[in-house]
């Protein structure tokens, strides 16, 4: 009751006074925050990726059903749209169990403070996102 009449004395009525930003959060939780936001960051991407690999082999399928009602040849005898399907539907499924791992590892490195950001899973994961992109634009020029 006081501080409210001290705050209607001064003209501040109903405000508090801002908390620090904070305020009895250990650097160990903000750490850790973070690092789920990254898992769950990972896990979103391996997700859109599976579907990416779905939308692929099932244009794919589509491709060639409509080439073959309209009696068109195929230039590939062997359907590569199912492998870049499949590739990209394993490599999402890939990305979410180390991303798993990571996460798990990056916990444990953060309760003990010995974190060092890893690497090898970044660039694992580029050149094998890298080489399938690759493959499937050489596949689609010599398609288109």
Do not use: C
């Amino acid at each position: 009751m006081a501080q409210q009449d001290e705050n209607a004395a001064n003209g501040v009525e109903g405000q508090h006074a801002p908390l620090p930003r904070h305020v009895g959060i250990s650097k160990k939780v903000t750490d850790h925050l973070a690092n789920q936001r990254t898992f769950l960051a990972w896990i979103r991407t391996g997700l859109a990726t599976i579907t990416f690999g779905f939308v692929v082999e099932r244009f794919g399928l589509l491709v060639r059903e409509l080439g073959f009602k309209i009696g068109l040849t195929e230039v590939f005898p062997i359907h590569y749209s199912s492998f870049f399907g499949v590739s990209l539907t394993l490599l999402g499924v890939i990305m979410m169990i180390v991303a798993l791992l990571e996460f798990l590892q990056i916990r444990r490195t953060i309760d003990l403070e010995r974190f060092h950001p890893p690497v090898a899973f970044s660039i694992i994961l580029t050149i094998l996102a890298a080489l399938i992109g690759v493959l499937l634009a050489v596949y689609l020029f010599l398609t288109g």
